[in-house]
């Protein structure tokens, strides 16, 4: 469709959302008809830097940083695990490219932002408990034929992402009961974005997470993960904030 109709539509909205009585009422209506005529959806009406878009992040430590990264990095099984769980909790399609530390992200830009802060509060968070738990065994005097201080702290760090996993989980369920019209935009928002990346990048954005494999996890890690305070308003607020902003 042409830029002008949207940049007109854009325009009326501006003139409905800000304006006032008549002349608000009557954007209003032009809005709805031009894109009902045009076919435009929400997500059409974006700006450039508020639009759709990929992204390639790589994992450095413990953060999730926009950018390649180097070429042979590689990265621990755990963090990819996290870094899906996160992209997915915000509603990110999200791909991983085997034998580096690159993922793809495919949606809004706020979301690939909440994305890299909510990455990091959990991996830091994970890896504090970790080094405690570690420190504790040492302590103890841990000592068994079959596993390792570093599969041990491996298997820890395995189990803390199955936890963040489940959090993140209840905190969705949650906020269907408590904040439905909240839920109710991030589901709604995932789902353009789900099908903005099928039509646009029907084979490349299908995501790829289990190349690897782990050395398994431990419950006391998913007690560790299921423990980690990250905010339950994270990716609601966030979308709430976004999309009013967009309009």
């Known amino acids: 469709m042409s830029n002008n109709i949207i940049n007109r539509v854009r325009k009326l909205r501006q003139m409905a959302d800000h304006g006032e009585g008549n002349e608000a009422e009557v954007a209003a209506k032009l809005v709805a008809r031009l894109m009902a005529q045009h076919a435009i959806e929400e997500a059409d009406l974006a700006e450039p830097s508020e639009a759709m878009c990929v992204r390639t992040y790589h994992l450095d430590g413990l953060l999730l940083k926009e950018g390649t990264g180097r070429w042979n990095a590689r990265t621990q099984w755990w963090k990819r695990q996290l870094s899906l769980a996160c992209a997915r909790h915000v509603g990110l399609v999200w791909r991983y490219y085997r034998g580096t530390a690159k993922v793809i ?86 789902a353009q974005v789900r099908r903005w990346a099928d039509d646009t990048y029907p084979t490349k954005s299908r995501a790829r997470s289990g190349w690897g494999g782990s050395a398994g996890s431990s419950a006391e890690g998913r007690r560790a993960g299921e423990s980690i305070h990250v905010h339950s308003g994270v990716s609601t607020r966030a979308a709430r904030a976004a999309i009013t902003t967009n309009k």
């Open 105 to 190: 992200l495919y949606g809004y830009p706020w979301q690939m932002e909440v994305c890299a802060y909510l990455y990091e509060v959990c991996a830091r968070q994970i890896e504090k408990k970790a080094q405690v738990f570690l420190k504790e065994r040492r302590e103890k005097a841990v000592h068994t034929y079959w596993q390792s201080a570093r599969s041990a702290g491996t298997e820890f760090r395995n189990g803390a992402v199955d936890g963040v996993r489940a959090l993140l989980l209840a905190q969705r369920k949650a906020a269907e009961v408590d904040q439905p019209d909240e839920a109710a935009l991030v589901l709604d928002v995932a």
